[in-house]
């Protein structure tokens, strides 16, 4: 019987001759590739199929695999049963076999998702709990006080007509600190636009946060960015973009740079189950799962996106689902239990880095606000669902109750904290109102190392104008310009 066709890896060959009779019909141990959706490196091999070197043999070699032709040595004996029922076309995983039943798929286990906490802030299972300090406990906590305080005084402002655009981040206050906590400085961060809590706990300052929004002289982006488009370079938070999903290719590309740097770090991408419809998530998964970057890919699936309820977003089991697709260990979490975001973004973390492997993580969580200030949620879900979810299944009210039940936070706590939170929102809030726009010679800055001679001219030219037509041209609100 001839031996199997074209797609049967064959990477170890008798050198003996044809002379040798013993071993010429020897079989060795059949070697295939284990590939990453059963979880194991892709350099952990099975057995190897050896055949005896022959002149009518022909081999057709790739860059990681070896075939013999259907044309190759039709004397050779027949494999085993089992390895004839395998399926070995190149692009077959090592976990594929042939049927004579035509069936289609359709019916897939659902992924589980994942809690520490109970809705009333019990540990369900005492293994689980990560037990974290005092000292953490209490800062992610005060966190995400001071990021209600002032997503309030905010979005009220932005209602003021005081700043131009706003979004607010009631009810995924866990997916945050949860994730915050279990990064370090050293990894690269890429927001979408609801982050805002990430960054402060890094340590972004709420002057910095209120000089953004107002778009002053202070702002780290020189007035060029909209409202809650936050980035810093020391906290090693890229700068935000307004459309959907283009951080995601980028975090792929800056994890491939840190792994090729042998750094010991991830870049942490995050970004919403409407951007995964994107098709810039696709390329990125792939990519990233190619190349074993180490990228951590964090979907905060709140079930609207902008405002497209998920069942018309997509039939299949979520996001999680498309991580095992494309080949990556994945995992689905209550993203409104902080523990439980935390836990699997520190153990994600691992993986990425001493793995070298993308993971995917989809947080289940609920948005209780607008998706901005230009939006009306009521024109795509009723009041009262909004109204159940704040009563029942506040990340806030679950993580207090635990952090109460451990004696680390009282009443008395929650009421000065909140006092002092406002205080200091409403100081930096007033600081950056009074402050200037960015001097109009910002215009010309942050693309050439050395501006060019035509933008030089063009500054120029702007100069004379603005002196010869200052009615206007009224730069009075800005700062002045920089020579």
Not at 198 to 213: A, E, H, K, P, S
Not at 435 to 452: G, N, W
């Amino acid at each position: 019987m001839p031996a199997p066709a074209a797609t049967r890896r064959w990477l170890a060959r008798s050198s003996s001759s044809t002379t040798a009779s013993v071993t010429s019909h020897r079989l060795d141990k059949l070697r295939v590739r284990t590939p990453h959706h059963q979880h194991q490196p892709h350099h952990h091999h099975h057995h190897v199929l050896a055949l005896p070197s022959s002149s009518s043999t022909t081999t057709t070699t790739t860059a990681r695999r070896s075939y013999v032709s259907p044309s190759a040595n039709p004397a050779s004996p027949a494999p085993s049963a089992t390895l004839q029922r395998q399926v070995s076309f190149p692009g077959a995983t090592s976990g594929s076999f042939y049927t004579e039943s035509m069936e289609f798929a359709r019916n897939y286990p659902t992924i589980p998702t994942y809690r520490v906490l109970d809705l009333e802030g019990n540990v369900i299972k005492p293994s689980e709990d990560p037990k974290l300090t005092k000292e953490t406990c209490v800062k992610m906590y005060n966190c995400m006080i001071t990021l209600n305080v002032m997503d309030l005084i905010l979005y009220e402002a932005q209602r003021q007509g005081r700043i131009s655009f706003y979004m607010t981040n009631y009810g995924e206050e866990a997916t945050h600190m949860g994730t915050a906590a279990a990064l370090t400085m050293d990894d690269v961060l890429f927001g979408q636009y609801r982050e805002a809590g990430v960054l402060l706990y890094r340590g972004f300052t709420l002057d910095q946060f209120m000089n953004q929004c107002y778009s002053n002289d202070h702002d780290l982006g020189k007035g060029r960015q909209m409202p809650v488009h936050y980035g810093s370079r020391a906290l090693n938070f890229q700068t935000i973009s307004s459309p959907l999903a283009t951080q995601i290719p980028q975090a792929a590309g800056a994890a491939y740079a840190l792994k090729r740097e042998k750094k010991q770090a991830v870049a942490a991408c995050f970004f919403g189950e409407g951007a995964a419809s994107e098709g810039d998530f696709h390329a990125a998964l792939n990519i990233a799962a190619t190349v074993e970057a180490p990228v951590l890919f964090f979907c905060r699936n709140n079930g609207y996106a902008i405002s497209t309820p998920a069942k018309e977003q997509y039939r299949g089991d979520g996001i999680a689902s498309r991580g095992h697709g494309y080949g990556m260990d994945t995992i689905r979490v209550d993203g409104n239990d902080v523990l439980a975001v935390y836990n699997a973004t520190k153990a994600a973390r691992e993986i990425a880095v001493k793995e070298s492997r993308p993971v995917l993580i989809e947080a289940l969580t609920y948005r209780i606000s607008h998706h901005s200030t230009s939006d009306d949620s009521s024109a795509y879900r009723p009041k009262k669902e909004v109204a159940d979810w704040m009563k029942h299944d506040s990340p806030m009210a679950r993580f207090r109750k635990y952090i109460e039940a451990q004696g680390w936070w009282s009443d008395e706590q929650e009421q000065t904290e909140r006092k002092n939170a406002r205080k200091a929102v409403l100081a930096a809030f007033a600081a950056a109102e009074k402050r200037p726009k960015p001097s109009v010679s910002e215009l010309f800055t942050d693309v050439y190392d050395k501006l060019p001679w035509h933008l030089e001219e063009q500054k120029k030219e702007l100069d004379v104008l603005l002196q010869r037509y200052p009615d206007h041209y009224d730069t009075s609100a800005h700062a002045p310009m920089k020579q």
